[in-house]
């Protein structure tokens, strides 16, 4: 009598499995330019850039937008609409490093990023808000009024009622 012993693979359910996920994984630390990266001394290429990732969501009256910026100061952020083109930028500085201190790991990253989003027409360019507190960049844009959703009354006077009261 032979036994057949099989192994369990933690293979993804199709309803679990994310696309957009598996090329993030596949991109995250890729960087043609690490050559070009001028590190501390004492830090050799481990070093990353920094690029704050965002939260994007639309609520009834609009889209809110929110990145994790610590250390980033508000005069280092530049937050601007072209069109429908929200754009971010900024940049984290780096902190100055003695020659002398010996570094056993580096994982803090500092630089410039910049980050663009296409907006849907339904955003109303006259109503942005941005607010930095305690790290966390905040911005919100507002629906246009003819865009966000309306409540209709039922019986409220349907083209039967009104010609019935004529």
């Known amino acids: 009598m032979a036994i057949i012993r099989r192994t369990e693979r933690n293979v993804a359910r199709p309803e679990e499995w ?72 900024g940049r984290r500085e780096a902190e100055t490093h003695d020659e002398n201190e010996t570094f056993y790991t580096y994982e803090r990253s500092y630089g410039t990023f910049s980050r663009t989003f296409t907006l849907p027409e339904s955003v109303n360019p006259d109503d942005i808000k941005a607010d930095l507190r305690d790290g966390v960049l905040t911005v919100m844009l507002k629906k246009r009024p003819e865009m966000q959703p309306k409540k209709i009354a039922i019986g409220a006077g349907g083209p039967e009622r009104q010609k019935a009261k004529a």
């Open 18 to 89: 994310d696309p957009f996920q598996v090329m993030q994984d596949m991109l995250r630390g890729w960087d043609p330019f690490r050559r070009m990266t001028a590190y501390p001394s004492g830090v050799g290429e481990g070093g990353r850039s920094f690029v704050p990732q965002f939260e994007v969501k639309e609520t009834k009256e609009g889209y809110v937008f929110k990145a994790d910026l610590p250390g980033v100061k508000e005069s280092d952020l530049d937050i601007s609409l072209n069109g429908n083109q929200l754009a971010v930028s």
